[in-house]
């Protein structure tokens, strides 16, 4: 009898250890919301551990853990909590940039963006500067002015720009073949 007391005890700890981290890893996730004060796009991330351990079994708390109007404006009343509430999934900056990219075509190749891998090959931005950067570069807050003015550029393309940009000894353009000493040939 006391094996399946502490049996059933240890399985229950797994099951609220295992939603607690599930569900903090939901709320690590950068988000853009606009600021009640100024109108302005802010950055915030959420407090993760106490949404995520004031949400078992309920609607968790939220409460920021940083923003980028911060520390100027740290003592704010944390009004913007109320758009994560209503719309947690639609302020996340991944799923922002998803839908940006989504049906759009890589501005170097020509290629249809697909399903992103957001870990291994994060696809970029081509600024207004013509250099390609990638979004994590980007202040959360600058996010909507930037991709007004930026192209879409696949991980690909990307990487090969800054092979190129930061190692010119190491590539050769072929789409330019006076680029590679071969005038008049």
């Given at each position: 009898?006391?094996?399946?007391?502490v049996?059933l005890g240890v399985?229950?700890?797994?099951?609220?250890?295992?939603?607690?981290?599930y569900r903090?890893?939901?709320?690590?996730?950068?988000r853009?919301v606009?600021?009640?004060?100024n109108?302005r796009?802010?950055g915030?991330?959420?407090?993760?551990?106490?949404?995520?351990?004031?949400?078992l079994?309920?609607?968790?708390h939220?409460?920021?853990?940083s923003?980028?109007r911060?520390?100027e404006r740290?003592?704010c009343?944390?009004?913007?909590?109320?758009?994560?509430?209503?719309?947690p999934?639609?302020c996340?900056?991944?799923?922002?940039?998803?839908?940006?990219?989504?049906g759009?075509?890589?501005?170097?190749c020509?290629l249809p963006f697909?399903?992103i891998?957001?870990?291994?090959?994060?696809?970029?931005l081509?600024n207004a500067?013509?250099?390609?950067?990638?979004?994590g570069?980007i202040?959360?807050d600058?996010?909507?002015e930037?991709?007004e003015?930026?192209?879409?550029?696949?991980?690909?393309?990307?990487m090969?720009s800054?092979?190129?940009?930061?190692?010119?000894?190491l590539?050769?353009?072929r789409?330019?073949?006076?680029a590679?000493?071969?005038q008049?040939t």
């Amino acid at each position: 009898m006391p094996v399946l007391v502490v049996s059933l005890g240890v399985a229950l700890l797994v099951v609220v250890l295992g939603r607690v981290v599930y569900r903090w890893t939901v709320f690590r996730a950068k988000r853009l919301v606009t600021c009640p004060e100024n109108q302005r796009p802010a950055g915030v991330n959420l407090d993760a551990g106490h949404a995520a351990w004031t949400g078992l079994g309920k609607s968790p708390h939220f409460r920021l853990a940083s923003c980028t109007r911060w520390p100027e404006r740290a003592g704010c009343g944390q009004q913007c909590l109320s758009q994560i509430e209503a719309a947690p999934q639609d302020c996340e900056v991944r799923r922002i940039l998803a839908r940006w990219y989504q049906g759009k075509k890589c501005v170097s190749c020509g290629l249809p963006f697909g399903e992103i891998l957001w870990e291994y090959q994060k696809p970029a931005l081509l600024n207004a500067d013509k250099r390609t950067v990638e979004w994590g570069q980007i202040p959360v807050d600058q996010l909507p002015e930037v991709l007004e003015q930026s192209a879409p550029i696949c991980f690909t393309c990307h990487m090969a720009s800054t092979l190129a940009r930061e190692h010119p000894d190491l590539t050769v353009d072929r789409s330019r073949p006076w680029a590679a000493g071969r005038q008049g040939t």
